[in-house]
């Protein structure tokens, strides 16, 4: 059972003057349970949007959507229990201590007070606990927010740009968190994110969202392999000689800038490889040329760098 389905959802927001805006234009999205999935998008994609139309927080204009198998917002009230999100930074007082923070959240959610150590733990926030929220780094209030999100142990763990003014100890901290709970086999996150390099270390699957639609889907891995630029890189002991064999041929060739040969487009390397040896030309190397991450997103998204 996914834990999130989305459908042709829409959400068409009015703005001064008229003008309509559309956030969301049509957005297909599935969320296997278990693991970590990504929603990642340029800003202004529309990723906030899905996930307060996933809470409930605002109402789509058209499209079906499913939470935990119930349609939402119908049967909202049914599976909240089951979601935690970390949506906004969320407010806590700044003078009272973590620990007591999430006490008075338990007390109202009427969450057993054993379970708010248990979430200290599991955010590795125990021996601070005892100290004022006001004090706390930006990385450790994040921490603290995740643990307010887990303390109905939900289900669905849904993080929007968790990492958003961090310094580079604290989204360490919290990918390593995030990761974690991922892999605890019962917890499915949903992580949104403009960084393309935070989905690729943390995220199992990835939705990637531009001007509110999916432009791509699926493991991380296979997502990011789709956006191969088809090139591949060939040493020969005589390059000059090797590209005029290969351009005879058929293929279209460029210098490499290391003195090798580019072959553009080649569906069939094992194909470089018979011609070059079939005129003497025996390949030392042959390498797929695999974008790096900045332009497999910006190739994706249709975005310009
Ligand atoms: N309440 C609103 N009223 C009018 N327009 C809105 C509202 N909320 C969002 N938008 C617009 O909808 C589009 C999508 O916004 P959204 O916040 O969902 O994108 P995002 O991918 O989360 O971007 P970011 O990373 O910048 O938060 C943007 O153009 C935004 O300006």
Redesign the pocket.
Same mark, same amino acid.
């Given at each position: 059972m996914p834990a999130v389905q989305m459908s042709g959802v829409a959400?068409t927001?009015?703005?001064r003057g008229g003008q309509e +805006?559309r956030? +969301?234009d049509g957005l297909d999205m599935t969320v296997e349970s278990g693991g970590v999935h990504g929603l990642l $998008?340029?800003? $202004?994609? $529309?990723? /906030? /949007?899905?996930?307060?139309v996933l809470l409930g927080l605002?109402r789509p204009s058209a499209g079906d959507v499913r939470l935990l198998d119930r349609p939402v917002p119908t049967d909202l009230p049914r599976v909240i229990g089951e979601v935690g999100a970390l949506v906004e930074t969320p407010l806590f007082f700044p003078g009272f201590t973590g620990r007591r923070n999430l006490e008075l959240l338990a007390e109202t959610a009427g969450v057993p007070a054993p379970r708010v150590e248990e979430c200290l733990e599991l955010v590795d926030l125990r021996e601070r606990a005892g100290d004022r929220f006001k004090g706390y780094s930006l990385g450790m209030k994040q921490r603290l927010g995740i643990a307010a999100a887990l303390l109905k142990a939900p289900r669905l763990l849904i993080l929007?740009?968790p990492s958003n003014g961090l310094d580079p100890a604290g989204i360490r901290d919290v990918r390593e968190l995030i990761r974690r709970l991922g892999s605890d086999g019962r917890t499915t996150v949903l992580l949104?994110s403009?960084l393309l390099a935070e989905i690729q270390q943390v995220c199992d699957s990835v939705t990637i +969202?531009a001007r $509110?639609r999916q432009v791509a889907a699926g493991p991380v891995s296979s997502v990011l392999d789709r956006a191969g630029t088809g090139d591949v890189r060939v040493a020969v002991p005589d390059p000059a000689a090797g590209a005029a064999v290969l351009h005879g041929a058929g293929f279209s060739v460029s210098p490499a800038p290391d003195g090798q040969i580019l072959v553009h487009g080649a569906p069939a390397p094992g194909e470089i490889t018979r011609v070059l040896a079939g005129h003497g030309h025996y390949v030392e190397e042959l390498v797929r040329v695999t974008p790096d991450l900045e332009s497999a997103f910006l190739a994706i998204t249709g975005e310009q760098a």
């Open positions: 959400k927001y009015r703005r +805006l956030a +969301l $998008g340029p800003n $202004g994609s $529309g990723k /906030t /949007t899905s996930i307060r605002v929007d740009e949104s403009h +969202l $509110g």
